[in-house]
């Protein structure tokens, strides 16, 4: 494992709302976030609500502006680099007036923290001396400004009833507004590749290495499998971009939208990854240098490093501490369980009191997306309490305004969105025109009424809690946490969860909690069943995927079978748990039965 400067963990993106403003709460204490630049009607309200709350001049950047979505973005982003930068100077000010800030910064760090250690060793004596600050000054790690883009939400637009080039796509414009920003940080891509969009990075200085090899801005890829990274890295590496970290998710134990892989589980991915960094890193720096040679651009000194990270269903300081040893990991996401921080995200009370409560049951992996996808959700969530209310009065759906998921021709000549009024009338209107059966036309408009209004339904918590006014499209709330959720049962203070982290508290009262490699296995047993039971009239290729599948699981088991014995004595506990919920999870998995015939 590389040594850790600072923290261990980071704060992955949670909806478009909900990790917004993380980096304010939590970047000078050395904790990097990752924001969602999606909507830029958000992060502009957000941008008003700060300016006004610290005094600071506003001018609105309106529709009428041309460029609007990613000027938006820039000015944002700034703005929340000027109040971290602010924040982090005031901390380390703070040493000459013996504040507490300082003490309670080091005191958030793990023990294995190289800066903890280090200004134990050189001032635990005398904290205070001029020396000290000046360390600090020099040493102090500030926790990173990230930002996420889905790569494939990007509709095309238009200005003044005309047709924009490409580069005014919605992902594009977000792309042009972080490259704009004085930001120095990462650029997560997420929801797969779009080449278009990638190929868009190379008219932007600011992603290209310099002589020492460091990059301004850095591309980070959400991955879920090895073949993926390389394939991608690959590409942008002819591009002459570097991709600096591959963030691997769990491709179902997770929060938000769920992109299940072919039965391929976490812990094989991880040990994937774990035996061919290496070979990665070496078979992509001269695709890159070749490409930087070819560009006229600068070539760095030395080959690039590559980080590898994880997240997805970690809830515990025994599976964090595992995972960081076993892959040799750069930094693990804690997403889920910070949605019972405020102090860090933004998450209004009566949400946050659903999810004090919700249990296993409460979160599902719905078909809430317009996209298409499956999506981790809260069955509770305010958005859709009265979605059979507003079907009775003939207003299902909602009115779409912002058209960020705007993707479905089934009805109309240009995209329209599943969960907007228009297409929900129209759809019910061609499902009740089928005759079908009661028992099957119920099932459809169930499926179709959970489609919502991702748009603002992930937007509205931090309207809510910095008093925006929500008028304009209502106060309910859509939250998508992962099922690790429902073992954080109440809400905590921002060191109570890192205290938790690193060992040094335990926040999970129940005992029934699995572990994340085994809750993946059965979320993926569940996710079979399911495919398996959906089919009517089999064809040999859905046969045979669903064979592909059933094979990967248990090729899965095999490997975890393995992994629990070479867990050391400190791990007992953990091997006990995983050797017995393996055997009977394989019992399981072996009797799906996969339809051969009709």
Not at 377 to 397: E, F, I, M, Y
Request: some cysteine.
């Amino acid at each position: 494992m590389s040594k850790i400067l600072g923290h261990s963990f980071h704060i992955p993106v949670m909806g478009t709302g909900f990790t917004v403003d993380t980096p304010v709460k939590v970047a000078h204490l050395g904790i990097s976030s990752v924001v969602s630049i999606v909507d830029d009607v958000l992060v502009e309200k957000m941008r008003e609500m700060y300016c006004k709350k610290l005094s600071l001049p506003f001018k609105p950047i309106t529709e009428k502006t041309k460029d609007f979505r990613a000027e938006r973005i820039t000015s944002y982003l700034n703005l929340l680099d000027n109040l971290v930068k602010e924040k982090f100077e005031n901390l380390k000010e703070s040493i000459q007036d013996k504040g507490k800030e300082i003490e309670e910064y080091l005191d958030l760090l793990p023990d294995f923290s190289e800066v903890k250690k280090e200004f134990k060793e050189k001032f635990a004596d005398n904290p205070y001396v001029k020396e000290a600050k000046e360390w600090l000054s020099n040493n102090l790690p500030l926790g990173s400004i990230d930002v996420n883009i889905m790569t494939k939400l990007d509709k095309g637009n238009q200005y003044e009833g005309e047709d924009l080039p490409v580069e005014f796509n919605d992902a594009h414009a977000a792309l042009r507004g972080f490259a704009m920003s004085n930001l120095e940080s990462s650029m997560v891509l997420s929801a797969g590749m779009n080449p278009r969009l990638y190929g868009y990075l190379e008219q932007f200085d600011d992603f290209y290495p310099n002589a020492n090899g460091y990059i301004k801005k850095k591309i980070v890829l959400k991955v879920s499998d090895y073949r993926s990274a390389l394939i991608q890295g690959r590409f942008l590496a002819k591009k002459g971009i570097w991709i600096s970290e591959y963030r691997i998710e769990s491709g179902l134990n997770c929060g938000g939208h769920a992109f299940a892989t072919d039965g391929f589980l976490m812990g094989p991915i991880l040990q994937e990854f774990k035996e061919k960094r290496d070979e990665l890193r070496d078979s992509l720096n001269p695709v890159l240098f070749d490409t930087l040679k070819e560009k006229g651009k600068t070539i760095p000194s030395e080959p690039l490093s590559i980080k590898v990270t994880a997240q997805g269903g970690v809830g515990t300081a025994e599976e964090h501490e595992f995972l960081m040893k076993q892959y040799n990991l750069d930094s693990i996401g804690w997403g889920s369980p910070f949605l019972m921080v405020p102090e860090a995200c933004d998450v209004d009370d009566k949400t946050l009191s659903l999810l004090e409560k919700a249990d296993e049951e409460d979160l599902s992996l719905s078909h809430a997306s317009p996209l298409g996808v499956r999506f981790n959700n809260l069955n509770s969530n305010t958005r859709d309490a009265d979605v059979w209310d507003r079907l009775k009065q003939n207003k299902p759906g909602s009115p779409c305004t912002k058209r960020y998921m705007i993707a479905n021709t089934e009805f109309t000549k240009e995209p329209i969105c599943t969960a907007s009024r228009q297409y929900q009338k129209l759809k019910l209107a061609h499902l009740r025109e089928q005759n079908l059966p009661k028992e099957e036309l119920e099932k459809e408009i169930n499926l179709l009424l959970q489609k919502t209004c991702l748009c603002k339904g992930l937007s509205t918590a931090s309207y809510l809690v910095n008093d925006i006014d929500t008028n304009k499209d209502g106060d309910g709330v859509s939250i998508c946490p992962g099922p690790n959720l429902a073992y954080f049962t109440k809400k905590v203070k921002l060191k109570e969860m890192i205290d938790h982290i690193y060992n040094r508290t335990n926040l999970i009262e129940r005992k029934d909690r699995p572990h994340m490699f085994i809750k993946e296995l059965n979320l993926y047993y569940d996710y079979l069943k399911e495919q398996v039971s959906e089919i009517k009239n089999p064809i040999p290729k859905q046969i045979k995927s669903l064979e592909g599948f059933k094979k990967n699981l248990l090729s899965g088991v095999d490997y975890y079978k393995g992994l629990s014995q070479k867990f050391s004595d400190k791990y007992n506990d953990m091997k006990y748990q995983v050797s017995k919920d393996l055997e009977k999870l394989e019992g399981e998995i072996k009797s799906i039965l996969i339809k051969t015939e009709s």
